[in-house]
Nanobody, 125 residues
């Protein structure tokens, strides 16, 4: 069982930046691909970004490409989502997720086995 705890959400003005963190309880964190998703009421959970277990591969949704960057520090059991150039449409609850995936990335929510509790990101115009 892997527990994930996100932090770093908050209120920011359009054009601003935030960095989300996701700390995992996994013993072999580098074995897990990490994903970031977001959800707004009334809509399906949307893929944002993914990073492979060893960090060599990343993949982004078109809507965030060039503005968001995902990274990880396997020594700290932590994944990050650096968000820049934030827009009001980025407002959502952001979730991190994990699945065994040493060298792969995954963009579908159903591929992930473990989820964090979510952190609210609100971007004001």
């Amino acid at each position: 069982q892997v527990q994930l705890v996100e932090s770093g959400g908050g209120l920011v003005q359009a054009g601003g930046s935030l960095r989300l963190s996701c700390v995992a309880s996994a013993r072999t964190f580098s074995s897990y691909a990490m994903g970031w998703f977001r959800e707004v009421p009334g809509k399906e959970r949307e893929f944002v970004a993914s990073i492979s277990g060893i960090g060599g591969s990343t993949y982004y949704a078109d809507s965030v490409k060039g503005r968001f960057t995902t990274s990880r520090d396997n020594a700290k059991n932590t994944a990050y989502l650096q968000m820049s150039g934030l827009k009001p449409e980025d407002t959502a609850v952001y979730y991190c997720a994990a699945v065994v995936g040493y060298s792969r990335v995954y963009s579908t929510a159903g591929a992930y086995d473990y989820w964090g509790q979510g952190t609210q990101v609100t971007v004001s115009s």
